[in-house]
């Protein structure tokens, strides 16, 4: 007998033999070859949880591919690249050494219902030449979430080594592919959305290798400066649908929680996801994550982020509820009355006391109803000194507060103790110098000044401080000046640190009154800030920031932006529902240092935003914000805001281009229903009502009138 077997017909589900020889030889040599294929391992294990399919390398654990009907194909890896768990292991021959699936073998997999367990006695290291005694083993539990749409996933590390383990990386999704295309897939957190696949391009130019374009760290920090997480949820996709990620550890981390590594792989150009905890698991410690939430989704963000919604509603639990004119207001007012550096000089005042009655009605009439005054005082000193004598008595200062108060502005001074010039008394060393004046070469920071030298009181429990803090702040609150703006809110308990003392602040000053108000510079996330502000006062960066997400999630507190003379900026922040700050500066001035009337252009702004939020105030005050995912295609030409209530959406349309007509497409029946498939759309141009019309399905093709830049036109769909 002779036969020959092709190799290219050796794939699944092809196999044909070639031979010279009776038939029946044939059929059992098809049986006896096909028996020894089946047998043979295909390499992974698929599992399905909540709708959503994972592949994982049988031998080592890591994640091949994550795909949703909802997205097709989210992540796709090779088995060298691909991830799930990842330590850092420093030892004396190479600092750099990982422990991570990847480099693992014979890991154990174990498939329940709507559950899989992956678990390495012994995880791998990326080198095999360093020396170490013991092994370091790791547990990924994966299980479908009671949602019916979510996957949570957590992890144990055992560290059974002579080595400390400093860093874990978990969840690590590596392989992460461009599923709603290139321009179309965003990686959006609280404080900004950018375009990996875009922006994360290596350039042509010269750059050092381990800051280039391709890496991006988005960490914890000052809250509203673009460059941070903000709140512990990210999502990555498009209009069309995405993956959204959180974590179940409210508030503050176990470990310090580094934050999220992107880095966009010149090899394969896909992307990978790092959860990022800096902490110290000892030889014969242990260490357990908190649960990492996935939902994947379809439409935008704003569906990714409603499970991250309803773990927030269950942890905010704000000390007051939001004063009725912060709510409802379009925003504050903020001044510079005088450079807060150097008290003795007598030049340099914007305003005095006697001048905040004028610059109040300016305001009222500008729907600003809260005024925050900076450079009232001697900053970073403690205990509270008074107010400057160039700017008028204590006296003056209350009955301004007073007179301000019946107009219908609250005033809030802004003060400065977290960090001190006083420290040393407290037991730290001054550590750090802040200073600027327009008088300066440069203005802010030259290396010869230090009368802004001091140091942060860190941690914040410290006594001392606390009861002159306390003290300082009780005698302003019991003259008459119950609100307050705090400068650098580091909260980092719970139980001892700043949060004790802010609550009892804020007692005594609702028991003076009720309206009373606190804000501060945001300093770490919005998990730690939210039950203790009522609206931020944070610098913010536009170039890049994208707050929609965040202030999508709660009532409070309201997110500042800061408007020195941008229409563009306070139109847009008005659409979407930001608390805007504004201060206009004199020309080469400092800012909040001039009227608002002496710009004219952002006067008139202001009064239309005012006027319309108070037109739809219902929408602002007690809709879901979506931000623009009404729109299943992006719209260039305008900026779009959507509000939706139970039985009926706002949709706000800025044009953002030159005079033109805009059309843009929605998908109105994701985010509201109609039995009927009918919907009423009225349609606003500057909130007067010009036209009804009906729509009769759930897509929506919408062609405005004429629009000059930045006109506003609103329109209204209530379900039939």
Same mark, same amino acid.
């Given at each position: ?625 979506? /931000? ?9 030409? #305008?900026? *779009?805001? %959507?509000?939706? =209530?139970? &039985? @009926? ?27 009927? /498939? ?9 909130? #007067?009502? *010009?036209? %009804?019309?009906? =729509?009769? &399905? @759930? ?22």
């Amino acid at each position: 007998m002779v036969f020959n077997i092709h190799p290219a017909f050796l794939s699944p589900g092809r196999i044909y033999i070639y031979m010279k020889s009776k038939l029946y030889l044939t059929a059992i040599l098809v049986f006896v070859f096909g028996a020894s294929y089946a047998q043979q391992s295909t390499g992974v294990v698929k599992a399905t949880l909540n709708g959503t399919q994972f592949v994982f390398d049988e031998e080592r654990g890591s994640i091949l591919s994550i795909s949703h009907p909802a997205t097709g194909t989210i992540l796709q890896s090779s088995r060298d690249s691909a991830g799930i768990v990842d330590l850092a292991f420093p030892v004396k021959e190479f600092e750099p050494l990982r422990l991570a699936s990847r480099f693992s073998k014979n890991v154990q997999i174990t498939k329940g219902n709507g559950l899989v367990t992956i678990h390495w006695a012994e995880l791998g290291a990326s080198r095999s030449f360093t020396k170490f005694q013991g092994k370091v083993s790791a547990t990924v539990t994966l299980k479908e979430d009671p949602d019916g749409q979510s996957v949570s996933m957590s992890c144990t590390i055992e560290n059974q080594s002579d080595h400390p383990v400093p860093q874990i990386v978990f969840p690590d999704l590596s392989g992460i592919v461009p599923f709603c295309g290139v321009e179309g897939t965003e990686f959006r957190t609280g404080g900004i959305a950018i375009k990996p696949f875009v922006d994360m391009v290596v350039k042509e130019h010269d750059n050092f290798y381990a800051i280039n374009e391709s890496i991006r760290w988005f960490h914890y920090g000052f809250v509203l400066d673009g460059k941070n997480l903000v709140i512990k949820w990210m999502d990555i996709g498009g209009r069309k649908g995405g993956l959204s990620i959180f974590s179940k550890d409210w508030g503050i981390n176990k470990g310090y929680d580094e934050g999220v590594f992107l880095r966009l792989s010149e090899t394969s150009h896909t992307l990978r996801y790092m959860r990022t905890v800096n902490t110290e698991i000892a030889p014969n410690a242990s260490w357990q994550s908190p649960e990492y939430i996935l939902t994947p989704h379809r439409n935008g963000w704003a569906k990714g982020i409603i499970p991250y919604r309803l773990w927030a509603q269950q942890n905010f639990k704000p000390l007051y509820p939001l004063p009725a004119h912060v709510r409802d207001g379009l925003g504050y007012r903020t001044i510079w009355m005088r450079n807060f550096f150097y008290p003795k000089d007598p030049k340099g005042n914007n305003f005095r006391f006697r001048d905040l009655p004028k610059v109040a009605r300016e305001a009222k009439e500008h729907g600003l109803d809260e005024m925050v005054l900076w450079g009232w005082n001697d900053a970073f000193t403690l205990p509270l000194p008074p107010p400057n004598p160039f700017l008028g008595t204590e006296q003056d200062m209350v009955k301004a507060v007073a007179d301000c108060k019946k107009i219908g502005v609250n005033i809030a001074p802004f003060r400065s103790v977290m960090i001190t010039e006083t420290a040393s008394k407290y037991g730290i060393e001054p550590n750090t110098e802040y200073n600027y004046d327009p008088e300066f070469v440069p203005e802010l920071n030259p290396r010869y000044a230090v009368a802004g030298k001091g140091a942060a009181i860190v941690p914040s429990s410290n006594k001392l401080w606390q009861e002159e803090a306390l003290t300082s702040t009780k005698r302003l609150i019991d003259i008459g000046v119950p609100s307050i703006s705090w400068d650098q809110f580091f909260t980092v308990g719970p139980g001892r640190y700043l949060d004790t003392l802010i609550t009892q602040i804020r007692k005594i000053a609702k028991d003076k009154d009720p309206q009373s108000t606190f804000s501060a510079e945001a300093g770490t996330n919005m998990e730690n800030e939210y039950s203790f502000l009522d609206y931020t006062w944070n610098w913010d960066y536009s170039d890049g920031c994208d707050y929609r997400a965040l202030i999508s999630l709660l009532p409070s507190p309201r997110i500042n932006l800061n408007i020195d003379r941008s229409v563009s900026e306070a139109k847009v922040g008005f659409a979407d529902n930001l608390y805007l700050n504004i201060y206009p500066r004199k020309p080469d001035g400092v800012n909040g240092s001039d009227y608002i009337s002496n710009h004219p252009v952002l006067s008139k702004a202001l009064k239309q935003c005012a006027r319309l939020r108070k037109q739809f105030l219902n929408y602002f005050v007690k809709g879901t914000f979506i /931000g623009d995912c009404i729109l299943s295609k992006n719209c260039a030409d #305008a900026h *779009v805001s %959507t509000y939706v =209530l139970p &039985k @009926s959406m706002l949709v706000i349309v800025i044009n953002t281009k030159d005079k033109k007509e805009i059309t843009f497409e929605g998908d109105v029946e994701p985010w509201l229903k109609s039995a009927t /498939g009918r919907y009423t759309i009225k349609q606003y141009n500057d909130g #007067a009502l *010009v036209k %009804t019309t009906t =729509l009769g &399905k @759930s897509q929506w093709i919408q062609k405005t009138p004429v629009m000059k830049y930045l006109d506003i036109c609103m329109y209204e769909l209530i379900p039939e």
